[in-house]
């Protein structure tokens, strides 16, 4: 089996859609449901031979604090990070010596974002302590690789840090990690708090990424889960979801975007047929997800953790043979209120250690996959691998991209650094994530959508390892 597509020139680029994106024009062929279910199938594969799926999970935090704390109140702000502990800290700064100059109050009122602090550099996120309305408490999440760099930065920042770990097979087996593996630590780790609090609990939880600053026209953090509650009285919302960033800002554009917009009243925008992205800020019904067993996939190693859950959401897949058809699972999407988020310089990044390590286990999974999704069918697997394109020949996707990075001429090599083999191999997994994400649920034409999946392939996924009953190991700081 063969994909049609073709190269996506820009490769490389700061925009989201250049960053993660190798191919472009991806057409699918009708009638394939097995093969492209065997692109999920043969990646969960991979990871239980492996015997590093199902495994407790590990939770790191002041577990006496983090839970006495959160007891009765408001929808927590989780927040998913790596390498950005001293960036942080410096927003939770920033957002102190704004509010000196000149108060704010809550998420929605950009006086937090006017940039009055004398040489100021970068913004406070929507997620500083002081930048919230309510009483809800903010977690940061991070490898616990990363735990002490964070804890440390942000000892003083009102941020409780939780660090995540799969348990390894062995103690040489490499650390389990990625995109998708921490968005479904994030979401545990909420599983969990609302599992052991005593008293009222909440049903939501916000998850963030780090850099989110602001959200155009947002009526702030406790309108849209109001919002959530009255439409789920009808119809019960797995989450709400506001429309992506595609280019990170500078400073000065957060700034300037405030300036112009402070005084502005902020409301809820209508909802948009179709939906689009969950993605960077969504309201998660934790509760829903607890119910279903539902969460993001560690199968998504270098892109497309999100992508994938929103196609999950949205796919109507018809019945087959035995299989009961899957229809798509309600969600609020806000298209008219875009997610501001800003640029975070190499320079201020922390290149500890732990992060250090984090990337390098992130660069080897994806290693690990494209090596496998470059050779025939493993045993006991499903066609493919090896993954296949069209272009003017027929090639694997692995032989496809290292052609194009190794080549010289300026008007066909990618902006990356193509002949890094790190960077070979992440593209070659991201390029096999893309063409999954489009089989779940992709737009055929103007007005159609459809899934090119078995429904049994894509539960699987979805679902958390081990038929729901994750095991969560509750660990106290270092």
Known sequence: MAISATRNKNYGGAVVTQKYSPLENITYVKGKAAEYSALFTNRLAQLTNANLLPQP??????????????TGHDPPIVVISSNRSKWIAKGMQMAGEQYKIRPYAGSGDLKALLGNVGKQTQSPPLYSPLRIEGDRRVYVVVHALEYTQYKTALADAGITVVGWSFRAPTPTSPVLTGFGASRYAAIEFCKHLRANMAGVKWD??????????GITGFPGYEVAENAMRTASAT?????SAFKGCANVESFSAIKAWATEKWEEATALTPLETPRGIIQQAALWNIKYLAEKKLNFSPIFVASGEDVSMGNYLNAVIPKAGGTPAKAAIPYLYYGGMKIRKEIVEKEAHDESPGAIAVKTAKDAYAAWFAAQEATPTPRGGTAPPPVQIETTRTETVSAFITTWFNSDDPDVKPLVAGKDPTVQATAKCQAVEQVACGAIWRKKDKDTYESCVNKPAVDAIFEVPGAGQVIVQQQPPP
């Open 57 to 70: 999970l590990t939770l790191i935090t002041d577990w006496n604090a983090a839970l006495l704390a959160v």
């Open 235 to 239: 119809t019960e919302q797995v989450c």
């Open 204 to 213: 939501y939880a916000w998850l963030l990424d780090d850099n989110v600053m």
